[in-house]
């Protein structure tokens, strides 16, 4: 029996309100890839982050070649021979490449010098291995997002390491760029080196890795070999069978209501040409795999994050007219992905991270002050209705577990009572219950007439709550399905399983 080199063993990681990982062990082998998959949220980035000594776990023992290590801070990591390139490029845009490269250890000569001709020499060589066009003397200022994620890479090529981490490096590479990673990988292996692979692209997974495990919401669900594990298998271990209460077939069919019209939409390298239109009270499935564009999409809608080109109409007075930034502003909420960066101000109060969208109609009359009884109110009138578990609308929001914070921000967004709702990830990280009782709220103001898209990487959820999907891959909408399709057909779509998208006319 093969012994593991790296043995993460019983893994565990608790932060406010969630379970980030539970009970994970986790094996690689020298010469070898293994892909690390899961969906938003499973627990993979964390994992990792306690490999390269980013966050400290709660639980569990690292070993590698069989003896236990205490990894505390990425120097540790580093120290071992850990190499992590992340995903979230950490260049400084004023250096160099090379001075990118050798940040965290410049060669000195003399023990005082910085020796610059090596460093050349060194930083050349490997990018003459990544096959780069660029020079050690580009400011990374000057490069391209491509360029600058494979200065990423080298720099971790740099040194003894022995353990690669690679967490989704192709997102930002050109065909032959990616063709040049995959030969420096399998380099890598024929070295004795360990890589461990973390991607949203599944066929990356076939062609590069030997083995694969599967995380979901913070433990091992499944794994093997890849000769072992089909494709569309792996996407259903990572959207998972988690149960959430069904509306049976009572579904938005209508065509004749249109809330929003949405053409043209397009992101250069992120997304292109997207088309949609939403309906009164209609559940709206955005569905697809991390990466897939969804998110990007439904940011772009609301005005998050800028875009190249847009036409877009939303109801006024039962008729569609050209939105304006402020049509978009009073008729869109969006609870976000991330609710504890982008969703939440964590220090402050419940009560006003619930008036937080909703201060232009808080403020009394010809005054800049906010109503407080009427804020009060309003307060209340949520937290009821939302069934929130608080000990006072004061309690500060970060001390709340998951499901009640998150609950918090739908009320702030049922405050303003906006005609449409986007929700990304509105159960991620939460217990079943939890899962069930969101899912109600989103059933229940759908009903009242709200407007729902609805992104998840729960294939259950999705399949229980929606009325239609738009099925995205790589930036595209690729399929607009009604109600009644397969999850098969979904979870195949999504994977880009050729079997599956060729299996008939869309349903």
């Not at 360990?194 to 919401?217: A, D, K, M, P, W």
């Not at 009572?417 to 159960?427: F, G, K, Q, R, V």
């Not at 069930?436 to 709550?465: F, N, P, W």
Request: hydrophobic share 40%; proline share 3%.
């Amino acid at each position: 029996m093969r012994v593991p080199f790296l043995r993460m063993k019983e893994i565990g990681k608790r932060f406010p309100g969630v379970q980030a990982l539970q009970d994970v062990t986790f094996d690689a082998f020298q010469g070898e890839a293994i892909a690390l998959l899961g969906a938003n949220g499973a627990g993979k980035s964390t994992l990792m982050n306690v490999l390269g000594g980013i966050i400290s776990p709660d639980e569990g023992v690292i070993q590698i070649n069989g003896k236990t290590i205490n990894i505390k801070t990425p120097k540790d990591a580093s120290e071992i021979g850990i190499a992590f390139v992340h995903q979230e490029m950490a260049l400084l845009p004023t250096m160099t490449v090379m001075d990118n490269m050798f940040i965290s250890d410049y060669p000195v000569s003399m023990k005082i010098k910085i020796n610059r001709a090596i460093m050349r020499k060194q930083c050349s060589e490997v990018l003459d291995l990544l096959g780069c066009r660029i020079s050690p003397e580009n400011y990374i200022r000057d490069l391209g997002t491509g360029d600058r994620q494979m200065v990423e890479i080298g720099r971790a090529l740099l040194g003894q390491n022995k353990i690669f981490i690679f967490d989704e490096p192709t997102s930002s590479l050109s065909k032959r760029e990616k063709l040049n990673l995959v030969r420096v990988i399998q380099k890598l292996k024929d070295e004795g080196m360990t890589v461990i692979y973390i991607t949203h692209f599944l066929n990356e997974v076939y062609e590069i890795c030997e083995r694969v495990s599967v995380l979901r919401s913070g433990q091992v669900v499944g794994g093997g070999t890849i000769e072992e594990v089909q494709m569309i298998n792996l996407v259903r271990l990572m959207v998972g069978e988690v149960k959430i209460e069904d509306r049976g077939t009572e579904r938005i069919t209508s065509v004749d209501n249109p809330i929003m019209e949405v053409s043209s939409l397009t992101r250069k390298g992120v997304y292109k040409d997207i088309n949609f239109t939403l309906h009164k009270g209609e559940i709206l499935g955005f569905w697809g795999l991390l990466g897939s564009g969804r998110t990007e999409v439904a940011r772009g809608v609301v005005g998050l994050d800028p875009v190249d080109s847009v036409k877009m109409k939303i109801s006024k007075n039962g008729e569609l007219q050209p939105a304006t930034p402020d049509t978009v502003r009073r008729q869109i909420g969006m609870v976000t992905e991330e609710r504890r960066v982008d969703g939440l101000f964590l220090p402050m109060s419940v009560k006003r991270n619930m008036s937080m969208a909703n201060l232009n109609n808080l403020i009394k009359k010809n005054s800049s002050v906010i109503d407080k009884s009427k804020e009060n109110l309003l307060c209340d009138e949520f937290v009821d209705r939302l069934n929130i578990q608080i000990s006072d609308k004061e309690q500060i929001v970060e001390t709340l577990s998951g499901g009640n914070q998150q609950k918090v921000i739908l009320g702030r967004w049922l405050e303003v009572n906006p005609s449409i709702l986007i929700m990304d990830e509105p159960t991620r990280g939460l217990d079943v219950s939890a899962k069930a009782e969101i899912a109600r709220i989103i059933v229940r103001i759908a009903k009242e007439g709200t407007s729902i898209i609805l992104i998840s990487s729960e294939i259950d959820e999705m399949m229980s709550l929606c009325d239609r999907f738009l099925v995205f891959n790589k930036g595209k909408i690729i399929a607009d399905l009604a109600y009644g399709v397969s999850e098969d057909k979904l979870v195949g779509l999504a994977a880009g399983a050729d079997e599956v998208i060729q299996e008939g006319d869309n349903e």
